[in-house]
């Protein structure tokens, strides 16, 4: 194991591809890139059963109460992105301007979201070539004494070692990052487009069955039965 541990290659590769990679990003971009590795041990906080439960009994206290009851239920909301929606409704927004402020919040979180996908992006991109980099300066260190034959294993070793760095920094750790975190903001985007329909339909005062076939359209039809069997919405 101590064959693959040197602390120049290390210089090189990570310390050369996190450098280049700063270079390309706003300093608190690439701090805040490097801190979204913790986004990728978490869940994400809406579950796309419950919004969309959740959007359904709105649906039916406004089809019994009125649009004026879902401020009373809003109070009980925990998810921001849904409570602005229902809060804008019950100010009597014109559908059109609601679209417009939901959709606009919805592209400024998935904006941020790309800023740190793109920043392991980056770093995967740059690792393996600064991994050839590192092998490069090795290769011609070992050229540089191949009068001494004994020293050629162990510069050539080195000098490879440096590739490695690379691959894992590309292939280990940066493009399984950038692919969960690519997942996670789907997800999210998928359960904040949900909830802007929803609550349209909720605004247009729409049946909330109708709402409810609207939005198991979202789901795949494995989902659909097991999610929704509990939404009960009524007529």
């Keep these: 194991m101590q064959d693959f541990v040197d602390g120049p290659s290390v210089i090189i590769t990570i310390g050369g591809s996190l450098a280049s990679t700063l270079g390309c990003f706003k300093l608190a971009e690439f701090i805040n890139g490097l ?15 419950e919004v969309i439960r959740h959007i359904i009994d709105l649906s039916n206290i406004a089809r019994k109460e009125g649009l004026l009851a879902l401020e009373e239920a809003a109070n009980g909301i925990e998810d921001e992105f849904l409570k602005k929606g229902v809060m804008l409704v019950v100010d009597g927004t014109d559908p059109e301007l609601v679209r417009g402020i939901m959709e606009a919040d919805l592209m400024s979180v998935e904006e941020r979201h790309k800023v740190n996908i793109g920043f392991w992006q980056r770093w995967g991109s740059l690792g393996p070539a600064w991994g050839m980099i590192g092998t490069l300066i090795g290769l011609i260190n070992m050229l540089a004494k191949l009068d001494d034959p004994s020293s050629i294993g162990p510069s050539m070793a080195v ?24 997942v ?17 339909s909720i605004q247009a005062g729409e049946n909330p069955r109708v709402i409810e076939e609207k939005l198991k359209s979202f789901l795949s039809p494995k989902m659909r039965e097991s999610v929704l069997d509990s939404a009960g919405g009524e007529e």
Aim: charged content about 20%; some cysteine.
């Design 184 to 200: 996670n903001n789907d997800e999210e985007m998928r359960i904040k487009e949900i909830t802007v329909e929803g609550l349209l």
């Design 35 to 49: 801190k979204s590795i913790t986004l990728t041990f978490k869940s994400p906080k809406a579950d796309v059963g």
């Design 159 to 182: 000098a490879l070692v440096t590739t490695l760095y690379g691959s894992l920094i590309a292939n280990w750790l940066c493009t399984p990052i950038a692919a969960k975190l690519q």
